[in-house]
């Protein structure tokens, strides 16, 4: 006779034999139990991981076949004619010579071709990203497999979600105060979110992950099946630290561990764990053009992944996601000529971030700076009154600060008062020279204007 465990038991630790007998299960739908019946164990990888993607993500997604076209088949090298796609052959509807192509800092834009549609694989791109984030010391190679690209970083955050959580029943953990998209993509997909802040206590808050707490939660709630952590932090501005991030990444969970990447290019050089996605199979690094590169009207991010997880982002997406001009312009942004531009900004960007750092405590009421000093932005306090006079940091003065340099004297920064920890903070984005002059001008005068 076959023994039977009842659909109640505890199924992730139930073992899959009794004395030698294969256990089945009666009326079980959990995922970790293969045809519906015999327990199947997740696979037990390197840290002793027990990540098995096929459990672990959505089973439709795993089984789902992506859209085909012809061009997947056979590929077009211009001297083809293109009957396939039901495009417009006689070209775009633009009022402009298409015959020339166009010079953008030595790319070539082709608008004559803007009437195909875009590649839907984008290995040039893919190529150059993975050669951009290569570490030399590492013994495994980023390749092409390894990345999704999509429409900003915000598509990954949601196709991730779409990939591992059912809706009404699976969750995500974020850790506040962070990017606060991660709950907005979980609540369009009906999807629960747990919260376990970053460290607060004491008189100035660390703004550090708590893998000790994240791991309890992920210990008492099987149904948790995303974690996002931002490195720099939004609003914090600080780098997560690795040896804790590790931590997370050696835990025993059938999860998937999402860093969000977006602002690294602004910390120092090699701080980027995108490399580990070859040592970890559950870590996903996000990252965007949107940022140091420059190229936020373009919308291009992407994710680096091992490259089962990347395969089930790309087989989720739109066929023709990331378009022609996008993929062009993206490809001149990673090109030799424009790592030089970048990285020329990122150090006009980290003096005026260092002059701030300088300028903005003369300020009578502004406090400390909270978190760190590894992004584009600043997260600093209001105070009420001045220090010298025992002022502290407060939500209403922060707020009429805000107002008032918005509305009078036309600089827009962001009130995160409001964000766990945050207690009279605005973040300011870190600008040109001319830009950061005319803030210190203002802020002054606002301070002498307001009670």
């Known amino acids: 006779m076959t023994p039977t465990v009842s659909p109640s038991s505890d199924l992730k630790k139930a073992p899959n034999t009794l004395n030698g007998l294969t256990i089945k299960l009666v009326n079980c739908q959990h995922p970790n139990f293969k045809n519906n019946n015999t327990f199947r164990k997740p696979d037990v990888t390197m840290g002793g991981v027990a990540f098995d993607l096929e459990t ?3 089973p439709n997604i795993v089984a789902l076949q992506p859209y085909r076209c012809a061009r997947d088949d056979y590929k077009d090298d211009g001297s083809n004619t293109l009957l396939d796609a039901n495009e417009n052959s006689y070209g775009p509807s633009l009022s402009i010579d298409l015959s020339a192509n166009h010079e953008v800092n030595g790319s070539t834009l ?3 071709g803007l009437n195909r549609y875009p590649d839907p694989h984008q290995i040039e791109l893919k190529q150059l990203l993975c050669d951009l984030r290569q570490v030399a ?4 190679t980023l390749r092409p497999d390894n990345i999704f690209v999509g429409v900003g970083s915000d598509e990954a955050i949601d196709g991730l979600i779409r990939c591992f959580c059912v809706p009404g029943i699976d969750k ?5 105060p962070t990017y606060g998209m991660y709950t907005v993509a979980a609540q369009v997909n009906d999807v629960e979110v747990v919260k376990v802040p970053l460290e607060i206590e004491g008189e100035s808050p660390s703004f550090d992950i708590q893998p000790v707490k994240i791991k309890e ?5 099987p149904r948790i099946k995303l974690v996002y952590i931002c490195s720099p932090g939004n609003p914090t501005g600080k780098l997560v630290d690795p040896g804790r991030l590790k931590e997370l990444l050696e835990y025993n969970w059938n999860g998937v561990i999402v860093l969000d990447e977006a602002y690294i290019d602004f910390a120092d050089h090699g701080k980027s764990l995108a490399h580990w996605v070859n040592d970890y199979p559950n870590l996903v690094v996000m990252q965007t053009l949107s940022k140091a590169f420059g190229m936020a009207g373009i919308r291009l991010g992407f994710a680096f992944a091992p490259s089962r997880i990347a395969g089930l982002l ?4 739109a066929p023709y996601n990331v378009s022609s001009l996008t993929s062009a312009l993206a490809i001149q942004a990673i090109s030799r000529a424009g790592l030089e531009v970048m990285r020329s900004h990122r150090e006009l960007i980290v003096s005026q971030r260092e002059r701030l750092v300088r300028e903005l405590p003369k300020i009578s009421r502004v406090g400390r700076f909270l978190g760190g000093f590894d992004a584009n932005f ?7 009154r001045p220090k010298s006079l025992g002022g502290h940091p407060d939500n209403q003065t922060a707020r009429v600060v805000y107002s008032q340099l918005a509305e009078a004297k036309g600089i827009v920064v962001r009130y995160r008062g409001n964000e766990l920890g945050c207690t009279g903070c605005l973040r300011i984005t870190v600008g040109t020279e001319n830009e950061t002059t005319k803030l210190l001008e203002k802020l002054e005068e606002v301070f002498r204007e307001i009670p």
Not at 314 to 317: A, Q, V
């Open 56 to 58: 672990c993500a959505r």
């Open 110 to 112: 082709r608008l004559a």
């Open 137 to 140: 010391s590492s013994p495994a």
């Open 172 to 176: 995500i953990l974020v850790c506040p």
């Open 217 to 221: 939660e992920l210990e008492g709630d």
């Open 314 to 317: 790309n087989n989720l997406k």
């Open 378 to 384: 600043l997260l600093v306090e209001m105070l009420d």
